[in-house]
Protein backbone atom coordinates (compact mmCIF):
# COMPACT_ATOMS: atom_id res chain seq x y z
CA UNK A 1 0.00 0.00 0.00
CA UNK A 2 2.90 2.46 1.10
CA UNK A 3 4.26 1.55 -3.01
CA UNK A 4 1.40 2.63 -4.21
CA UNK A 5 0.95 6.14 -2.23
CA UNK A 6 4.49 6.90 -2.66
CA UNK A 7 3.74 6.26 -6.82
CA UNK A 8 0.70 9.15 -6.41
CA UNK A 9 2.36 11.67 -4.32
CA UNK A 10 5.56 11.67 -6.87
CA UNK A 11 3.42 11.35 -9.89
CA UNK A 12 1.48 14.31 -8.42
CA UNK A 13 4.23 15.85 -8.02
CA UNK A 14 5.58 15.34 -11.47
CA UNK A 15 2.25 16.83 -13.11
CA UNK A 16 2.43 19.89 -10.61
CA UNK A 17 6.17 20.91 -11.96
CA UNK A 18 5.47 20.35 -15.39
CA UNK A 19 2.11 22.59 -14.96
CA UNK A 20 4.28 25.23 -13.24
CA UNK A 21 6.92 25.17 -15.07
CA UNK A 22 4.55 25.02 -18.54
CA UNK A 23 2.41 27.68 -18.05
CA UNK A 24 4.41 30.48 -19.01
CA UNK A 25 4.97 29.12 -21.86
CA UNK A 26 1.71 28.02 -22.71
CA UNK A 27 -0.06 31.30 -22.29
CA UNK A 28 1.93 32.26 -25.40
CA UNK A 29 0.99 29.84 -27.46
CA UNK A 30 -1.00 29.92 -30.10
CA UNK A 31 -2.46 26.62 -30.47
CA UNK A 32 -4.04 25.23 -34.15
CA UNK A 33 -5.90 22.81 -35.67
CA UNK A 34 -4.37 19.37 -35.03
CA UNK A 35 -3.90 17.40 -38.28
CA UNK A 36 -4.19 14.03 -38.17
CA UNK A 37 -2.56 12.33 -41.45
CA UNK A 38 -2.80 8.51 -42.32
CA UNK A 39 0.96 7.35 -42.55
CA UNK A 40 0.13 4.28 -44.86
CA UNK A 41 -1.52 6.41 -47.11
CA UNK A 42 1.24 9.20 -46.72
CA UNK A 43 4.07 6.85 -46.64
CA UNK A 44 4.22 6.98 -50.71
CA UNK A 45 3.53 11.16 -51.36
CA UNK A 46 6.10 13.97 -51.01
CA UNK A 47 6.03 16.05 -47.69
CA UNK A 48 4.19 18.93 -50.18
CA UNK A 49 1.24 16.54 -50.83
CA UNK A 50 0.15 15.91 -46.83
CA UNK A 51 1.52 19.03 -45.00
CA UNK A 52 0.75 22.73 -46.16
CA UNK A 53 3.72 25.04 -44.25
CA UNK A 54 4.69 28.38 -44.62
CA UNK A 55 8.43 27.40 -44.61
CA UNK A 56 11.11 24.93 -43.93
CA UNK A 57 14.77 25.09 -42.97
CA UNK A 58 17.21 22.79 -44.85
CA UNK A 59 19.98 21.82 -42.39
CA UNK A 60 23.15 21.92 -44.39
CA UNK A 61 24.74 18.41 -44.44
CA UNK A 62 28.19 17.10 -45.48
CA UNK A 63 30.63 14.09 -44.88
CA UNK A 64 31.18 15.87 -41.66
CA UNK A 65 27.55 16.64 -40.45
CA UNK A 66 25.86 14.03 -41.33
CA UNK A 67 22.34 13.56 -39.31
CA UNK A 68 20.80 10.29 -39.32
CA UNK A 69 17.90 10.54 -36.77
CA UNK A 70 17.16 14.08 -35.56
CA UNK A 71 16.37 13.42 -31.28
CA UNK A 72 16.49 16.74 -29.99
CA UNK A 73 15.98 19.69 -31.71
CA UNK A 74 16.20 22.90 -30.01
CA UNK A 75 16.10 26.71 -30.78
CA UNK A 76 18.49 29.13 -28.88
CA UNK A 77 18.50 32.62 -29.88
CA UNK A 78 19.77 32.92 -33.67
CA UNK A 79 20.58 29.24 -33.69
CA UNK A 80 19.24 25.78 -34.12
CA UNK A 81 20.67 22.89 -32.30
CA UNK A 82 20.08 19.52 -33.79
CA UNK A 83 21.07 16.46 -31.66
CA UNK A 84 21.11 12.75 -32.87
CA UNK A 85 22.15 9.69 -30.53
CA UNK A 86 21.65 7.20 -32.95
CA UNK A 87 23.58 7.43 -36.23
CA UNK A 88 26.23 10.21 -35.58
CA UNK A 89 25.88 9.99 -31.89
CA UNK A 90 26.29 14.13 -32.32
CA UNK A 91 25.18 17.80 -31.70
CA UNK A 92 25.58 19.98 -34.18
CA UNK A 93 24.79 24.07 -34.10
CA UNK A 94 23.08 25.60 -37.38
CA UNK A 95 21.80 29.18 -37.96
CA UNK A 96 18.15 29.86 -38.93
CA UNK A 97 19.37 29.72 -42.39
CA UNK A 98 20.20 26.05 -42.17
CA UNK A 99 23.78 26.80 -43.09
CA UNK A 100 26.12 24.32 -40.63
CA UNK A 101 27.82 26.53 -37.35
CA UNK A 102 29.78 24.28 -35.40
CA UNK A 103 29.49 20.60 -33.72
CA UNK A 104 28.88 20.81 -29.99
CA UNK A 105 31.82 18.43 -28.44
CA UNK A 106 32.71 15.13 -30.06
CA UNK A 107 32.81 11.23 -28.87
CA UNK A 108 35.99 10.56 -26.50
CA UNK A 109 37.47 10.82 -23.35
CA UNK A 110 38.92 14.16 -23.04
CA UNK A 111 37.47 17.45 -21.29
CA UNK A 112 34.49 18.26 -23.02
CA UNK A 113 34.04 14.78 -24.66
CA UNK A 114 31.08 12.45 -24.17
CA UNK A 115 30.68 8.35 -24.52
CA UNK A 116 27.67 8.29 -24.90
CA UNK A 117 25.31 11.26 -25.73
CA UNK A 118 21.95 10.46 -24.95
CA UNK A 119 20.07 13.95 -24.27
CA UNK A 120 20.55 17.78 -25.75
CA UNK A 121 18.68 20.15 -23.07
CA UNK A 122 19.22 23.92 -22.51
CA UNK A 123 20.19 25.15 -18.91
CA UNK A 124 17.60 26.60 -16.31
CA UNK A 125 19.23 30.03 -17.60
CA UNK A 126 18.91 29.42 -21.33
CA UNK A 127 21.84 30.18 -21.83
CA UNK A 128 24.03 27.33 -21.78
CA UNK A 129 23.54 23.90 -24.14
CA UNK A 130 23.39 20.59 -21.74
CA UNK A 131 24.69 17.05 -23.04
CA UNK A 132 23.96 14.41 -21.34
CA UNK A 133 26.29 11.37 -21.33
CA UNK A 134 24.32 8.20 -20.17
CA UNK A 135 27.80 6.43 -19.93
CA UNK A 136 30.21 8.99 -18.12
CA UNK A 137 27.40 9.89 -15.75
CA UNK A 138 27.83 13.35 -16.69
CA UNK A 139 26.19 16.31 -17.59
CA UNK A 140 28.37 18.99 -20.44
CA UNK A 141 27.38 22.60 -20.39
CA UNK A 142 28.10 24.38 -23.74
CA UNK A 143 28.10 27.88 -24.35
CA UNK A 144 26.39 29.43 -27.87
CA UNK A 145 29.44 29.13 -29.84
CA UNK A 146 29.70 25.31 -28.23
CA UNK A 147 33.18 25.95 -26.06
CA UNK A 148 33.10 23.45 -23.47
CA UNK A 149 32.38 25.17 -20.18
CA UNK A 150 32.42 23.04 -17.34
CA UNK A 151 30.89 19.16 -16.70
CA UNK A 152 29.38 17.74 -13.94
CA UNK A 153 29.27 14.36 -12.47
CA UNK A 154 26.20 12.36 -11.17
CA UNK A 155 25.45 10.09 -8.91
CA UNK A 156 22.63 8.31 -10.54
CA UNK A 157 22.35 6.97 -14.27
CA UNK A 158 19.87 9.37 -16.40
CA UNK A 159 19.30 9.43 -20.08
CA UNK A 160 17.25 12.45 -20.76
CA UNK A 161 16.96 15.21 -18.27
CA UNK A 162 15.30 18.58 -18.00
CA UNK A 163 15.20 21.77 -15.75
CA UNK A 164 11.82 23.02 -13.89
CA UNK A 165 12.07 25.60 -11.73
CA UNK A 166 14.64 24.69 -8.70
CA UNK A 167 14.25 20.55 -9.70
CA UNK A 168 16.11 18.40 -12.83
CA UNK A 169 14.43 15.44 -13.79
CA UNK A 170 15.50 12.76 -15.05
CA UNK A 171 14.09 9.82 -17.16
CA UNK A 172 15.68 6.51 -17.90
CA UNK A 173 13.81 3.44 -19.39
CA UNK A 174 16.34 0.95 -17.75
CA UNK A 175 16.85 2.25 -14.50
CA UNK A 176 17.84 5.66 -12.94
CA UNK A 177 19.76 4.20 -10.05
CA UNK A 178 22.55 5.36 -7.59
CA UNK A 179 25.55 4.21 -7.51
CA UNK A 180 25.36 1.73 -9.68
CA UNK A 181 23.24 -0.56 -7.25
CA UNK A 182 20.44 -2.69 -8.79
CA UNK A 183 18.18 -2.21 -5.82
CA UNK A 184 17.61 1.52 -6.61
CA UNK A 185 16.37 0.81 -10.12
CA UNK A 186 13.61 3.71 -10.51
CA UNK A 187 13.13 5.08 -14.31
CA UNK A 188 12.48 8.42 -12.78
CA UNK A 189 14.23 10.33 -10.36
CA UNK A 190 14.08 14.19 -9.48
CA UNK A 191 16.99 16.14 -7.91
CA UNK A 192 17.58 19.47 -6.57
CA UNK A 193 20.89 21.20 -8.00
CA UNK A 194 23.30 19.77 -6.49
CA UNK A 195 22.36 16.65 -7.68
CA UNK A 196 20.41 15.11 -4.65
CA UNK A 197 17.79 13.30 -5.03
CA UNK A 198 14.33 14.45 -3.81
CA UNK A 199 12.03 11.77 -5.18
CA UNK A 200 12.30 8.39 -7.28
CA UNK A 201 9.99 5.97 -8.33
CA UNK A 202 8.65 4.32 -11.30
CA UNK A 203 10.29 1.00 -10.48
CA UNK A 204 11.97 -1.42 -13.07
CA UNK A 205 13.07 -4.78 -12.40
CA UNK A 206 15.49 -5.11 -15.52
CA UNK A 207 18.89 -5.63 -14.03
CA UNK A 208 21.57 -3.73 -14.41
Same mark, same amino acid.
Given at each position: ??????????????? !?????????????? /??? +?? &? =? @?? #??????? !?????????????? /??? +?? &? =? @?? #???????????????????????????????????????????????????????????????????????????????????????????????????LVYANTSGVYEGYKSNIQ???????????????????????
Amino acid at each position: MKKNVDFILTFILII !NLISCSDKSVSDNI /EVK +DI &V =C @ID #INKAKEK !NIEEVLEYDSYIHL /ETS +DD &V =C @IG #IITNLLFLDDFIIVADKIISKSAFIFDLNGQFRTQIGRVGQGPGEYSDLTHVTLSKDGNEIVIVDAMKNELLFYDKNAKHIRSEKLTYRGENMEYMEEYLVYANTSGVYEGYKSNIQNTLVVSNSNNQIKYSNFPTNIDT
